[in-house]
């Protein structure tokens, strides 16, 4: 089933419910009976205790006020790289609504891919081709002196260091412009990369340009996600965004 087959919010809550993103406990949080039922749309009530609750606490969508199909439409446009405003144009949503499961999934997606919680205001990302296979590792120890004497290439506030160490790219994160390397930066030549590794930077290098992105959070997000999408299909970066999304 693609997403285009999903008529409505219901298939949509089925098909989040098959995928166990979604998670509906028919339990009375009050009472523990089982005995439930649907009243109000989205609550269910208790035939013990009577009282009622939201069939979506402890779900994806307690701290997401949206429904199902609006839900998975957003997450399906963001796994496709769209501009979070375009995305909200489009669905009919707000921005801040779009925002919200972006940085959900910013916050999945770092915890998975870097086994981090959040990101420091200085750390670099060191970029391997091996085999057929490119990896990305976090790294938060930098020696500035040491790559001081080394060339740069800048895409905006990064700096990128080639064939260093263990690593074919070394990317630089910083929130603030750093002096040591600003004497020795050039502007990015992305012709001496690998194939692989040019496509990526140079996918990377165009959103930084036209998002015109200066949080780090998000630029590391940019380039996971310009990685993830050379390597899958459209429709495999939605799922797997799915998939992190679980509880």
């Known amino acids: 089933m693609t ?15 098959e995928l166990e993103v979604l998670k509906i406990e028919k339990k009375c949080p009050y009472c523990g009976n089982t005995e439930v039922y649907t009243v109000r749309r989205n609550h269910l009530k208790c035939k013990n205790c009577r009282r009622e609750w939201s069939k979506y606490n402890n779900t994806i969508f307690k701290d997401i006020r949206i429904k199902p199909l609006k839900f998975l439409k957003i997450v399906h446009a963001i796994a496709k790289g769209k501009i979070l405003k375009k995305i909200s144009l489009e669905i009919g949503v707000s921005y801040n609504t779009v925002l919200k499961i972006k940085n959900l999934i910013l916050k999945r997606l770092l915890k998975r891919i870097f086994n981090i919680d959040e990101v420091k205001p200085l750390f670099s990302i060191g970029i391997k081709i091996k085999e ?4 990305l590792d976090y790294i938060e120890e930098i020696n500035l002196k040491e790559l001081s004497k080394l060339k740069n290439e800048k895409i905006g506030r990064l700096y990128l260091f080639k064939n260093i160490k263990d690593f074919d790219l070394l990317i630089v994160f910083s929130e603030k412009n750093i002096k040591e390397f600003e004497e020795k930066s050039d502007r990015l030549n992305i012709k001496s990369l690998k194939k692989d590794l040019r496509d990526i930077i140079k996918s990377f290098s165009q959103k930084v340009f036209q998002g015109k992105i200066s949080n780090i959070d998000t630029l590391l997000y940019t380039l996971t996600h310009c990685h993830l999408n050379n390597e899958n299909e459209e429709d495999e970066l939605f799922y797997f965004f799915l998939e992190i999304l679980k509880n």
């Open 3 to 17: 997403i285009e087959d999903l008529k409505d919010d219901k298939d949509a809550e089925n098909f989040l419910i």
């Open 132 to 135: 057929e296979n490119i990896t």
